[in-house]
């Protein structure tokens, strides 16, 4: 792929960005008078804008590339990871598990969780969220400017150093509200960004039906059957049938169920924004807000991949191809930017991929900044100091915070095994992590025990079936198998993923109940009110409108869902 | 919250839109060949800037709305 030249029209528009982005949390600096203000926005941001920044947090730079990688390597079953995935979870959090989070007045994910069971279950919590959302932060950035680096000849320390400190800016000045509002901004960015590039890449190719025909070739060069890249459940009765190894079940339960329920109902990330709306209504109607764009996000990232990998098989050299004869996935959405806009244009679209990194980035920061101030500091290291200390402490984080983001995208590029090795670690860490909080919000005898060993349980699952399986062609070591022996084969990474995510969230249900049943109570029936689903009230709406009513948002959400489903079936 | 955020994208939008509309009209028709003849620049950015004129339309119209009777909640 040939190097893309930015022209003056491409440079002003990335600069009138920066300067909104840094303007917005200037002006929002006044706001700022109390750590409240700082970590939680007042609770006070309007409904639509706490939906989409919930949506917009989540929408890093590694989604957008990520997801086109996988639309041009797995085809139309990538939207299972918002069709099945994401929508449910989100519906789910908001209807059933936001009362929770929000009527507790927990100010984190860690603290609901301190509330509900006791302190080393917050502990152990706040303390992997907190290293998780650094790497996650610094892994990206190490990715952007590599991307940057290859696709416009820009040197990756000047990328790193000015992604960092633009960002590093903003939620200083402003805090959570100045990253929402940007989040939000961000978010109308990368969908007005990226339409133009959709819109022709899907004229190009002949529309829906001709960018169909254009994938059979792909399908059917790889051995599987014509329809295997553009329909999304068809194929999905035998692992052996489709592009990404995973049968319908592995599917459902492992990426539906268990990864897509325990990212969007306990992270921290996007709880955060949700959790800083302004009344309990809000709260709860932020996923579901946010449900609503996220169904049709599979059009703007999605689809790109598809088009890029049509275009690369029909036409040929797309895609630059790696030594092993696959092509670069990763390059999908890059190498349509250089393909289809002209100067003007393309400024624009690359300055959606900086705002798309840019709100990832501010999402795990504003969650580390918090998690570390409020969880950690607070709780164990200076406990009954002055709000306004707490205030400078969360500044303080937010500098600290970008730095270990910084030195962690240096040290992805020096140990990229480490950091590999560490995001198995964290997956380990995750996959558990929804049974607790399901126990925990639904059983009112759960205890502390309970909870804390059932994680550690569930983590030591993960950990025993990735050593134990293998997907298939890999060498024991970081891809499993480590235990030396390998008791299954799976035929994807991916369906390993989903299994080892099932079996960490079933040992952890399994031995938090057990534990639970043989240990005493640490919470009574008073303490727990407002935390546990049959010892709250049930909340009454009947005075909104139908359509502002978050049970009725959320059959309507999974409603549009369904028929989604059917039409890409 | 007093920042009504609809005024700031408002504003970014449609200088975006301006920008490229302009840009569409005096570049050169050969850098469109890329994109299939069409001149992106300027439809897109003649939606970018309907899309900031309507949000500026709505924060302003609000800020009306607030500054004939006070304590009236917007955004």
Same mark, same amino acid.
């Given at each position: ?18 300067? &909104? ?48 990688? @996988? ?9 299972? &990871? ?62 952007? *400017? ?16 000015? @992604? ?55 399908? +059917? ?8 890249? @553009? ?34 109902? #306990? ?9 800083? *709306?302004?009344?309990? #209504? ?16 599979? *059009? ?68 580390? $900044? ?27 984080? #937010? ?13 992805? #590029? ?15 860490? $995750? ?14 005898? @759960? ?64 031995? +938090? ?38 049970? *009725? ?17 | ?75």
């Amino acid at each position: 792929m040939q190097q893309i030249h930015l022209g003056a029209i491409d440079y002003s528009i990335l600069i009138v960005y920066f300067a &909104f982005v840094l303007g917005i949390g200037w002006v929002l600096r006044r706001y700022v008078k109390n750590s409240e203000d700082f970590f939680l926005s007042g609770r006070s941001i309007p409904t639509w804008i706490a939906g989409l920044a919930f949506l917009s947090a989540n929408l890093g730079a590694q989604e957008v590339i990520g997801m086109a990688a @996988s639309g041009a390597k797995y085809g139309m079953m990538t939207s299972h &990871f918002y069709w099945v995935g994401a929508i449910p979870a989100m519906v789910f959090v908001g209807i059933f598990m936001m009362p929770f989070y929000y009527g507790s007045r927990a100010r984190s994910v860690p603290e609901y969780l301190r509330l509900r069971f006791d302190e080393k279950t917050r502990g152990l919590n706040a303390i992997t969220f907190a290293v998780m959302t650094v790497f996650s932060s610094g892994i990206s950035m190490y990715a952007l *400017a590599k991307l940057l680096e290859l696709v416009l000849g820009w040197n990756f320390h000047a990328s790193v150093v000015l @992604s960092g400190v633009i960002v590093l800016a903003y939620i200083f000045l402003g805090g959570l509200t100045s990253a929402i509002y940007n989040e939000v901004l961000q978010f109308f960015l990368i969908v007005l960004g990226f339409l133009p590039l959709v819109l022709l890449g899907l004229k190009d190719v002949g529309g829906w039906s001709g960018l169909k025909e254009k994938l059979v070739p792909v399908a +059917t060069g790889a051995g599987y059957a014509p329809g295997a890249w @553009s329909s999304a459940w068809r194929h999905l009765g035998a692992a052996g049938d489709n592009p990404m190894g995973v049968e319908w079940f592995g599917m459902a339960m492992g990426l539906g169920f268990v990864l897509s329920f325990g990212y969007w109902c #306990t992270d921290f990330l996007v709880i955060q924004r949700a959790m800083a *709306a302004k009344s309990m #209504t809000a709260a709860r109607r932020t996923p579901l807000i946010a449900a609503i764009p996220k169904m049709l996000f599979p *059009a703007l990232v999605i689809l790109p991949g598809m088009i890029a990998i049509a275009l690369h098989s029909s036409r040929g050299g797309l895609l630059p191809v790696g030594a092993d004869g696959t092509p670069n996935y990763n390059l999908a959405v890059p190498a349509l930017l250089a393909h289809y806009l002209p100067s003007g244009l393309l400024g624009l679209g690359l300055t959606a991929l900086m705002a798309s990194f840019m709100s990832g980035m501010a999402g795990n920061v504003t969650a580390f $900044n918090t998690v570390w101030t409020y969880d950690i500091y607070q709780s164990y290291i200076r406990p009954g100091q002055t709000d306004a200390h707490y205030l400078r402490m969360g500044h303080a984080a #937010t500098v600290i915070g970008i730095g270990l983001s910084v030195a962690a995208a240096y040290a992805t #590029t020096r140990f990229n095994n480490i950091m590999d090795m560490l995001q198995l670690v964290f997956a380990f860490v $995750n996959a558990p992590l929804f049974a607790t909080f399901l126990l925990g919000m639904f059983w009112r005898r @759960s205890t502390g025990h309970g909870a804390f060993f059932g994680l550690l349980t569930g983590t030591g699952a993960a950990a025993i079936h990735h050593g134990l399986t293998l997907p298939q062609g890999a060498v024991p070591g970081l891809k499993g198998g480590f235990l030396g022996t390998v008791l299954h084969t799976y035929p994807s990474e991916m369906a390993q993923n989903f299994w080892t995510a099932i079996v960490a969230w079933s040992a952890c249900f399994a031995a +938090t109940i057990v534990i639970s049943l043989v240990t005493r109570r640490n919470k009574s029936d008073e303490e727990l009110k407002g935390l546990v689903y049959s010892l709250t009230p049930r909340l009454r709406d009947h005075d909104l409108v139908w359509y502002k009513r978050p049970a *009725a948002l959320g059959v309507v959400v999974l409603g549009l869902t369904l028929v989604l489903n059917v039409i890409f079936w | 919250m007093n920042l009504d955020l609809r005024l700031p994208m408002g504003l970014m939008f449609s200088i975006f839109g301006a920008m490229l509309a302009v840009y569409g009209i005096v570049s050169s028709r050969a850098i469109y060949d890329r994109s299939l003849g069409i001149n992106v620049n300027l439809w897109w950015g003649l939606v970018l800037l309907g899309f900031g004129l309507v949000m500026l339309g709505f924060a302003l119209r609000a800020r009306e709305a607030q500054r004939a009777g006070p304590g009236s909640p917007t955004g």
